[in-house]
């Protein structure tokens, strides 16, 4: 099944986004076994993002090849178990992870390629920057030596005004377009998950997550005895 729906997805994103751009699917592993995501790796992907950290280092020796994303909340304090093992961290969400991710890749001498979080529905529920901030957060924060900023990630809002839901992914195609005529590493505009991602490709995302759509619904946990 993963197989057919990785060649499927593949099929679908050929013809590129809105824009004539190519459009790179990331597998979103959440609790998902190494066997299933090296089955989704064999099958053509070939970026796979973890929400939690700990789920990003029990499976990494395990999963063999794929670019390694960080797509979930990032607390200050796990920044360290990602320093060296994540191609890139979706989820910049704040001014203070910033300075946490500054300062570790810094003594490691390594340099942390981030995407900056837009809260593009103002959610109280969700964390991000809001879409008047997000062009001087990301101004701001490409100044940190060992951050790498290469694009914008976003969340739509659960909604069934699919006016409202376009409206939002235009406004983050044009914060998009702004900063990336300043500032030529933004390239990456992470946008659209499984229940919406064919709006958000319509409207200029290049880069979306998949998890049902590449490996079925998830299976429900198993009761204790």
């Known amino acids: 099944m993963i197989t057919d ?7 679908e994103l050929a013809g590129g986004n809105g824009k004539g751009e190519a459009v ?6 959440k609790t998902r076994t190494p066997e299933e995501i090296n089955e989704a790796i064999e099958a053509g992907i070939a ?38 093992k994540a191609d890139l ?12 991710l500054q300062k570790r890749a810094e003594r490691a001498g390594w340099t942390a390629n981030c995407l900056l979080e837009v809260n593009i ?15 001087d957060a990301y101004k701001s924060l490409a100044a940190y030596p060992n951050l790498h900023l ?11 005004d699919i006016a409202y839901l376009r409206a939002l992914c235009l406004s983050m195609r044009e914060i998009y377009d702004t900063i990336r005529m300043k500032d030529a590493d933004c390239r990456i505009l992470s946008m659209g ?18 998890g049902t759509a590449i490996f079925g619904a998830r299976r429900a946990p198993a009761a204790n005895a």
């Open 5 to 11: 729906n990785v060649h499927a997805l593949l099929s």
């Open 24 to 29: 790179t699917p990331v597998a979103a592993t």
């Open 47 to 84: 970026d796979v993002g973890e929400n939690k950290v700990q789920e990003f280092t029990a499976k990494f020796d395990a999963v063999r090849g794929g670019r390694r994303h960080f797509i979930g909340h990032l607390q200050t304090n796990k920044v360290k178990y990602l320093v060296g």
């Open 89 to 100: 961290i979706q989820s910049l969400d704040r001014t203070e992870l910033a300075d946490e």
């Open 121 to 135: 529905g103002s959610e109280l529920s969700k964390s991000g920057f809001s879409l008047a901030e997000a062009k």
């Open 150 to 160: 290469e694009g914008l990630m976003a969340m739509l809002p659960v909604s069934n």
């Open 193 to 210: 998950m499984s229940g919406d991602w064919r709006l958000c490709v319509e409207c200029g995302s290049n880069m979306v997550r998949l």
